[in-house]
């Protein structure tokens, strides 16, 4: 069951001056609806594109009219102005109408490279193509994702954290993180989620509580390790040892060395540990209580790990949820889970048939559920007091990104955020990366290949919101994160010249 | 180590620049139950799917992971497939990379550092408790074994994938820390552990000492080194951390040892220096014996084995051959081999057969493939290895003999029924498969199957050219298609498989320029429907509700080119095989694949490598060595006793 809330530490719990930054990422996956998940409303003012536009630009979402910086033709809104009753899309429902004035709705972040179902995409490692769909993107070099560079800064984490950091998810063992453990041109792996809420927990808290046998020494294994890391260093000086193989032998003192970390902390001084949740390991269901509790738990272990500093970056990938059933008169939700098994009626089956309006039902259900249910949950876990008048959440930057664009396409990609990353970023806005007055390349459903900007930009504004300076990410000599390359596309179907001038600042005007 | 004469070029790919044509690769998207099988991986998270259960069946060399998803290739059906011809993943080997083999004594490629394989590691675990006497353990220690992360076949071979992550360190902590506590838990188990002195008030230095050269060695794979012996004594003893009693140091030295590098890699850092250098080192007789039995049988070695290198006798070419003889013949190495067929040809990638859908069921009608309460796929696959295993084993057959068996091997009556013939009875003589249906392992149902009523000729053709004949087809780029080019074909009641997969991409010329390279290997497969049952009509039945909407003559006429042979028009797979079989492309292509199975790294080029490349292939040529003899022949290979260091 569910951790009990009054189990959890008390507010006045952190100290510290600066209260800690912390990243938590939410991806879900395929096609998201447009108009499902943008506001579509020409209330309080505002009027549709299809007002404005008679070609495939009028795709019956609200038309932003504020400048957002002098020069581009670049958009915004205050959220509030959208909020109803029934919050301010299809989507995003209102159970988020309360967090309103700490999110910020990004639109027209751009992929560059040429990505199809992707595991890093959204955290800036475009080659991350699933098997079974290969991409373009895949020539790239894996690079860490953002959250793995976080992870292995000293400046996220002035020591060795306890965990670096979180993967959570249900149905998908493979994560959307890929990690280089923070050796500059070391092989970079894709990491694993925890899919079963006892395993997390495991990792958060530890496994068994110290022997109270008598006699051995509490701290031996330690100091075991201790030795097992002394082996290893030693082994470095081995000439009969190649530098790849000092590369792997490096990676083993990365890899033992925190090992040692965990073992060293001293467990929960500063909050009290939840309960060990039960162990829920059926990684391939999709009974809608299992999901729910498991979401549910999830969350717990989530909120616990971040609140008892742990650790500072999480990741949740939703490959599980709960939505309506094939048929409109029935109210009762049902499991999906989004694989790469795109038949019909899947959650992925349903992405791929976008034009088909009881799919769009569907799967708009799913990801309302998902708002509700997934990202309004861990923001109401969250929005409680850390330090001063800021909460946990203020304090935090939570990225609620996405597989692809509209319609399997990796354009205008979506994002939202929430929190602030202690005042970096200026939240309670919607703003709009797209040039609504350039040229709309092709229309599918819903969407136009319009320009917008690229995601690089937004993995810039992550990396500095979390403490990082561009010496602190940027390689090569080159400005920015994450790959630029457009190779494959053609001009004449893909908007393909964005201004590489800028790509290593920034979001223009999220700041405020 | 013995002269080389070698001098022979080697088969360049004439398909390279043909195939650099985009539009190939498959996008279909995977049925895939469960997502991951490998539960490989880095830094955090889940522990994954687990693999042998060493408790259970002792040492194995099998591999992790249920059958899941699709025919070989990762052609797993979807649902309506996918247009391009490619599959997932593969284990596509370039025979090319091998280069020429010199003349002279050539050096055998660089031998990168590399944990144990997961399963080598889990097994060695489980022997290591059997050899002292800690049989009991097993069961306990089991599922924290199951926990470290597997190996993944996703790109290549499991024994490929050397990464490792917090997962592994944390799932070799947990073992270890386990199995130092209980095998110190209580008298029996010390005493079986380090011998009765140890259940004594205080341990005695003769007690410690005995049991680090017994315990010591079996974990280590070698005499503990002075510095060795030192530093494990001075865990019992030391003061960091101080232990309580002798169990508690006798647990502290298992924990240390079963963390040791040396335990979970495979260190090769004592032999003797080849021509004074220390980058190029023949073998200690401990690392060849090491060698050998992580070659063949996944493990540790055995006491022989052992004591083989102890007297020295390994060193020697008639010591090795002894025991590479005995090795050889143990039936560890059988399972060894088979696993690199399965791997090879991608059969854990199989997702099951889609029988809750109505028109799988109406194709499926009379037969009993894909009912639940039986595993059909299983049977498929252990077709397969019946098969390799007659003409490896039981026969001393050739890869001839394998590619144009007329035999049938299956003991499965449903599978046999698929087929119209009697299931093989266990002894005797096996049936003869009907005339013009079947010919070898390239038409046997486990490559030809698929998820679902309909075949993927694209998928099929391409596991041919990728898989069996290790050429590299470039995947697609879906952005530079036109929308719906990866749409699978509408089912028609006019059209077959063949005629709506050819109207796909009919006119294009971005995707004709590779496909049919691909394409008209894979139509010459339609003799055989989804579940791999020979056909000359096509049934084609309604999605939704089963109805047979239509039956259609088949096309099975193709012209293909393989090899350096100019294109020929085939007609039909018996045909194609003939062809493949002529090409001598199989040969270079098993070849280059065994050799980055067994020997667990690419190859270097123009270096002994290819020389061990070119002695299998020709040995698997048609007037070639048997399989048998050519799977023995790659520890024979002079490279193999030897260790190249890669650039410092």
């Not at chain 1, 996405?402 to 319609?407: Q, S, T, V």
């Not at chain 2, 994954?48 to 259960?53: F, I, K, L, P, V």
Request: aromatic share 8%; with cysteine; glycine share 10%.
């Amino acid at each position: 069951m569910p951790f009990l809330e009054s189990l959890w530490p008390p507010p006045a719990r952190g100290q510290a001056l600066m209260p800690a930054k912390r990243f938590i990422v939410l991806k879900t996956f395929s096609t998201q609806l447009v108009k499902e998940w943008y506001p579509a409303s020409s209330g309080n003012g505002y009027q549709l594109h299809d007002a404005k536009y008679s070609d495939s630009r009028a795709d019956g979402t609200t038309l932003l009219t504020k400048k957002l910086v002098a020069g581009k033709n670049y958009t915004w809104a205050p959220l509030t102005d959208f909020q109803t009753s029934g919050g301010i899309s299809g989507i995003l429902g209102p159970s988020l109408n309360p967090f309103l004035p700490k999110l910020t709705l990004v639109r027209g972040l751009d992929f560059l490279p040429a990505v199809n179902h992707n595991y890093g995409g959204l955290l800036g490692n475009f080659s991350s193509c699933t098997a079974a769909t290969p991409c373009d993107a895949d020539s790239l070099p894996d690079v860490p994702t953002i959250d793995q560079v976080l992870a292995y800064s000293s400046k996220f984490y002035a020591s060795t954290p306890s965990l670096r950091s979180l993967h959570l998810s249900q149905g998908v063992t493979d994560a959307m993180s890929y990690s280089n453990l923070g050796m500059a041109g070391a092989q970079v792996q894709q990491l694993k989620t925890r899919t079963n809420p006892l395993d997390a927990f495991n990792d958060v808290f530890g496994t068994n509580p110290p022997s109270t046998a008598p006699g051995p020494d509490p701290n031996r294994d330690k100091l075991l390790v201790d030795r097992v890391h002394d082996d290893y260093v030693k082994l470095k000086s081995s000439s009969r040892l190649s530098a790849d193989d000092k590369a792997l032998v490096d990676r083993y003192v990365t890899l033992v060395s925190e090992l040692q970390a965990k073992l060293s902390v001293t467990p929960m001084l500063a909050c009290t540990p939840p309960a060990t949740p039960q162990s829920l390991s059926n990684n391939s269901g999709l009974d809608t209580a299992d999901i729910t509790t498991k979401w549910s738990l999830f969350l717990d272990v989530v909120t616990a790990a971040l609140m008892c500093d742990r650790t500072r970056i999480v990741t949740l990938g939703v490959h599980k949820a709960l939505g309506p059933g094939p048929d409109s008169s029935d109210p009762s939700l049902v499991g999906f889970y989004h694989s790469e098994d795109a038949s019909g009626g899947t959650w992925h089956g349903l992405a791929h048939d976008f034009d088909n309006a009881n799919s769009r039902r569907m799967l708009k259900g799913i990801n309302a559920w998902v708002a509700e249910n997934v990202f309004a949950k861990l923001l109401s876990k969250l929005d409680v007091p850390e330090s001063g008048d800021s909460t946990y959440l203020d304090n935090s930057l939570v990225y609620w990104g996405n597989e692809l664009g509209f319609n399997h396409i990796a354009y205008s990609v979506p994002c939202l955020l929430a929190g602030s990353a202690g005042g970096f970023l200026k939240p309670g806005r919607y703003l709009d990366y797209i040039d609504w007055d350039g040229r709309a390349y092709f229309s599918q459903e819903d969407g136009n290949v319009i320009q917008g900007i690229p995601h690089n930009q937004f993995l810039v504004t992550a990396l500095q919101a979390m403490g990082l300076a561009p010496s602190d990410y940027e390689t090569g000599g080159q400005p920015g994160y994450g790959s630029t390359s457009v190779s494959g596309r053609s001009s004449d179907t893909w908007a393909v010249d964005y201004d590489f001038g800028t790509i290593g600042e920034i979001l223009p005007g999220i700041q405020g | 180590m013995h002269t080389r004469a070698h001098s022979r070029a080697l088969l360049a790919s004439p398909f390279v620049a043909l195939l650099a044509v985009a539009c190939t690769g498959s996008i279909r998207e995977t049925v895939a139950a469960d997502d991951d099988s490998s539960g490989n991986a880095a830094t955090s998270g889940g522990t994954g799917g687990s693999a042998t259960s060493p408790g259970k069946g002792g040492t194995s060399a099998g591999s992790g992971g249920t059958h899941a998803g699709g025919a070989p290739g990762g052609s797993s059906g979807s649902g309506g497939g996918g247009t391009s011809g490619a599959s997932g993943s593969s284990t596509t080997a370039d025979p090319g990379a091998f280069g020429t083999c010199p003349s002279g004594t050539p050096e055998p490629g660089v031998t990168p550092l590399s944990k144990l394989s997961t399963v080598q590691y889990r097994n060695t675990v489980v022997d290591l408790l059997r050899a002292s006497g800690l049989d009991d353990l097993i069961e306990s220690v089991t599922p924290l074994l199951d926990a470290v992360p597997d190996d993944s076949t996703q790109a290549s071979f499991r024994g490929l994938d050397k990464r490792i992550s917090s997962d592994h360190l944390g799932g070799y902590f947990n073992v270890a820390t386990t199995v130092g506590d209980l095998a110190t838990a209580d008298p029996k188990h010390l005493s079986a552990l380090a011998g009765s002195c140890a259940t004594q008030s205080s341990l005695a230095s003769s007690c410690l000492d005995a049991f680090l050269k017994d315990f010591g060695k079996l974990a280590l794979r070698h005499p503990l080194t002075s510095d060795e012996l030192e530093e494990y004594e001075d865990v019992a003893q030391g003061s960091s951390p101080a232990a309580a009693s002798p169990a508690d140091a006798l647990r502290n030295v298992v924990v240390t040892l079963l963390l040791s590098p040396r335990f979970v890699n495979h260190l090769e850092l004592e032999g003797s220096p080849v021509s004074g250098r220390d980058d190029y080192v023949a073998l200690s007789p401990h690392e060849i014996a090491a060698r050998l039995s992580y070659t063949f049988w996944q493990t540790m070695p055995d006491a022989e084995l052992m004591s083989a290198a102890d007297d020295g006798s390994l060193a020697t070419d008639d010591g090795f051959d002894k025991e590479l003889t005995r090795v050889f013949a143990d039936d560890r190495t059988q399972q060894t081999i088979w696993q690199f067929w399965n791997e090879w040809l991608r059969f854990e990638a199989f997702t099951g057969f889609a029988s809750e859908r109505p028109a799988f069921r109406a194709l499926a009608a009379g037969e009993h493939v894909g009912e639940a309460g039986h595993d059909h796929w299983g049977d498929m696959v252990q077709e397969v290895r019946d098969l390799t295993e007659l003409y490896t084993w039981k026969q001393s057959g050739t890869l001839l003999d394998l590619l144009t068996s007329p035999l049938s091997v299956t003991q499965s009556a449903d599978l046999s029924h698929l087929y119209g013939v009697k299931a093989w009875s266990g002894s005797g003589s096996y049936p003869t498969l009907p005339d013009g249906t079947r010919s070898g392992l390239l038409t046997r149902s486990a490559l030809l199957a698929s998820s679902l009523e309909t075949t993927n000729p694209f998928h099929r053709g391409a596991l041919v050219r990728r898989a069996i004949l290790c050429e590299d087809l470039p995947q697609p780029d879906p952005t530079t298609l036109p929308p719906g080019s990866l749409d699978p074909p509408p089912t028609s009641e006019t059209e077959t498989t063949r005629a709506r997969y050819q109207a796909k991409i009919a006119g294009n010329n971005l995707c004709l320029g590779c496909h049919t390279t691909f394409s008209n290997i894979g139509y010459t497969f339609e003799a055989y429907d989804s579940l791999g049952r020979f056909r000359t009509q096509e049934q084609v039945f309604d999605e939704q509700t089963g109805a047979l909407l239509a039956t259609l003559p088949i096309d099975t006429t193709a012209s293909v080119q393989i090899g350096d042979e100019p294109a020929s028009d085939v007609d039909g797979p018996l045909a194609l095989n003939q062809h493949i079989v002529a090409s001598g492309k199989v040969e270079a292509c098993l070849s280059a694949n065994y050799f980055r199975y067994t020997l667990r790294r690419e190859p270097e080029a123009n270096s002994a490598d290819a020389c061990a490349f070119a002695d299998m292939r020709t040995a698997l040529t048609t007037t070639g060595r048997g399989l048998r003899d050519v799977f023995r022949q790659i520890a024979a290979e002079p490279g193999f006793r030897a260790r190249k260091v890669g650039a410092p």
